[in-house]
């Protein structure tokens, strides 16, 4: 069963852990720190994809869909996307028009989507937290309404318990760390087989 990570850091693994793409042909540094590893360990009956790409906007994520999803055949692919536009300054609409964009391709491509929330960091202001939120609302309801999206708390996953807009540890305030990524996995991984039946 093929499955295609896509995404930002958070997918690909950072700071430990750079990916495939970000360091060919395998990825470098700590494999533990990275969500798909933490699938396959969980699932080793899956092969998990991991094309995350750190500093990367929806947009720049949506312009290597045809290479990076579809070119692979996948079952299913994840999207977390979103939290370098709002870092940006970027609008919570030019991201939810990009995700919609990329499901869109998924579905006609036949291939299920779940669709990870976009995960806290701890520098965020609170404009920014706003903005991840409504992005995070959008894809919750777009999941419950649409065919062949499943939603995955991903941020409620990784959050500081009583503190949404917190990462619950981080080693640079910006990404999670190992913990953090397995954290990711398991709220994944149940969503995934459900998609998947």
């Known amino acids: 069963m093929t499955i295609v990570a896509l995404g930002d850091s958070t997918t690909a693994g950072t700071p430990g852990f750079l990916s495939p793409i970000e360091a060919p042909p395998n990825g470098k540094g700590n494999v533990e720190s990275q969500f798909a590893h933490w699938l396959m360990k969980a699932r080793p009956d899956w092969t998990v ?4 790409v750190n500093g ?6 949506r312009d290597r869909f045809d290479r990076d999803v579809l070119a692979a055949r996948p079952a299913l692919v994840i999207v977390i996307a979103g939290v370098n536009d709002v870092y940006q300054g970027r609008s919570a609409e030019s991201v939810r028009l990009t995700l919609r964009e990329m499901y869109e391709r998924a579905a006609n491509a036949h291939v299920r989507v779940v669709a990870g929330s976009i995960i806290p960091y701890n520098t965020a202001g609170p404009d920014q937290n706003a903005r991840m939120r409504e992005v995070n609302d959008w894809i919750r309801r777009i999941a419950e309404q649409e065919p062949g999206i499943w939603f995955c708390d991903t941020r409620a996953a990784v959050a500081a318990p009583g503190n949404p807009d917190m990462l619950v540890s981080s080693p640079d305030r910006l990404h999670p760390d190992v913990a953090g990524y397995r954290l990711m996995a398991e709220a994944l991984r149940p969503v995934i087989e459900t998609a998947l039946k």
């Open 56 to 61: 990367e906007r929806s947009d720049q994520i």
């Open 49 to 52: 994809l991991n094309r995350g």
